[in-house]
């Protein structure tokens, strides 16, 4: 289960977001182990939470945020952050919009060295701060539709859900992989996005109240302000040409 876009049209520049976008690009093209090799200055910028713990290496609560471990990692966090915070963006500002990412991505860091505060393997990802964005778009546009990509072994299919689903079970799938990765072990930072999602919500709380709360969801149904963006949800047919 995929997201592809989501049918939430911004009418403002999102400028904060692009320039997140060509800075996260911009430091993955500098600082990637093309050789093969992670060089010393990827290594002092990435979080080590048994580091920071002991009051070292402490830059990497931020620096993190900026570095992917491979291609896959980087696009697609630049797409969550693509579809999600252009409309986030317009809602809180650039300079609100601004503080919410750094926030929920120090917070992601804090929560998972809260998890292992021992640990000496390096945490990298703009996912915490991406995920805090995602946390106040769902208080914002809880019905915004999402297109989804769903691929099932040589199936696949694309359909619009609703943000409150598709981000709702994001959520509660980084809940349970962080339980379950306690037990079993793994390499993803599940708790960094709980952590990030939960503050992005939180901090996104003081524009939902301002704009009437229950009475604003009331008011728009979770629905987006703009009137949706239309997009061709099925593929044309193109028939057989007869000899």
């Known amino acids: 289960m995929f997201p592809l876009r989501d049918h939430n049209p911004s009418h403002r520049t999102a400028f904060v977001t692009w320039a997140l976008i060509a800075a996260n690009l911009g430091v993955f093209a500098a600082t990637y182990p093309w050789d093969g ?19 070292q290496l402490l830059g990497g ?32 500002g650039h300079f609100g919009f601004a503080l919410l990412y750094l926030a929920a991505g120090l917070a992601a860091a804090f929560a998972q060295i809260a998890a292992d505060p021992s640990s000496l393997v390096p945490m990298v990802g703009a996912s915490g701060a991406i995920a805090g964005v ?47 990765a306690d037990v079993a072990g ?14 992005g919500l939180a901090l996104t709380l003081p524009a939902w109240l301002r704009r009437g709360g229950a009475g604003f969801w009331a008011r728009s149904g979770g629905h987006p302000e703009h009137a949706a963006n239309r997009y061709p949800t099925r593929i044309p047919l193109v028939p057989r040409r007869r000899r």
């Open 61 to 92: 609560l931020v620096s993190h945020m900026f570095l992917h471990a491979g291609v896959a990692h980087l696009l697609g966090n630049m797409l969550f952050l693509w579809i999600f915070g252009d409309n986030l963006e317009e809602a809180l």
């Open 37 to 55: 090799e992670f060089g010393a200055a990827w290594q002092r910028l990435a979080l080590y939470p048994g580091a920071v713990t002991h009051g």
């Open 186 to 199: 793994g390499g993803v930072a599940y708790w960094a996005h709980a952590g990030g999602f939960a503050t």
């Open 134 to 180: 995602m946390g106040g778009y769902l208080l914002l546009f809880p019905r915004a539709r999402v297109d989804v990509l769903f691929v099932f072994v040589v199936f696949f299919k694309v359909l619009p859900i609703p943000a409150w689903l598709v981000l709702g079970v994001w959520f509660a799938l980084q809940l349970w992989s962080g339980a379950v």
